[in-house]
């Protein structure tokens, strides 16, 4: 199986430009009410807006990336990339690449705002399981179970064999 979620996080530079346009309009509006006379004192409330604006910015930051799949042949690929400048260049990069029967387990955590995906795997370099951990907050329903159910034989296969 392989997928990728581009339809998916389409939207997110688009959120990007609105958080980044809302987030200059309120400085601009911040400062001519400083300078207007009728009134003297900004209070917390004029910078509430910024502040929920630069946390809403970060999330988008933090879960705005693209995820590859693919476990047909012999390996297991999976990819973490930046999304925002992802047509120029590569950043945020997270990537493994592994052997089908290096798979020792891994668990999907799936809050409301956020999803993670735990890969752990055999290692010879390193005493007990390697851990890799990928964000796969923008895939839809069908391609998480769709990722699971092969991840799950994969498991199965491994357990047959050893």
């Given at each position: 199986m392989r997928f990728k979620n581009t339809s998916e996080t389409k939207l997110v530079p688009s959120i990007y430009m609105i958080i980044v346009a809302a987030f200059v309009t309120n400085i601009f509006v911040n400062l001519e009410l400083m300078a207007s006379d009728n009134e003297s004192?900004?209070?917390?409330?004029?910078?509430?807006?910024?502040?929920?604006?630069?946390?809403?910015?970060?999330?988008?930051?933090?879960?705005?990336?693209?995820?590859?799949?693919?476990?047909?042949g012999e390996t297991l690929n999976f990819k973490n990339n930046g999304l925002f400048f992802s047509k120029f260049m590569e950043y945020r990069v997270k990537r493994a690449e592994?052997?089908?029967?290096?798979?020792?387990?891994?668990?999907?955590?799936?809050?409301?705002?956020?999803?993670?995906?735990?890969?752990?795997?055999?290692?010879?370099?390193?005493?007990?399981?390697?851990?890799?951990?990928?964000?796969?907050?923008?895939?839809?329903?069908?391609?998480?179970?769709?990722?699971?159910?092969?991840?799950?034989?994969?498991?199965?296969?491994?357990?047959v064999e050893s």
């Open positions: 004192t900004i209070t917390f409330s004029h910078f509430l807006p910024n502040i929920l604006l630069i946390i809403f910015g970060i999330y988008f930051h933090r879960i705005g990336q693209l995820f590859d799949f693919d476990s047909d592994f052997p089908k029967g290096k798979l020792i387990d891994f668990k999907v955590i799936d809050l409301f705002f956020y999803a993670t995906l735990r890969i752990y795997i055999r290692s010879r370099r390193k005493k007990g399981p390697r851990k890799y951990t990928f964000n796969i907050t923008f895939l839809n329903k069908k391609k998480k179970r769709g990722m699971i159910e092969s991840l799950r034989k994969v498991l199965e296969k491994n357990k």
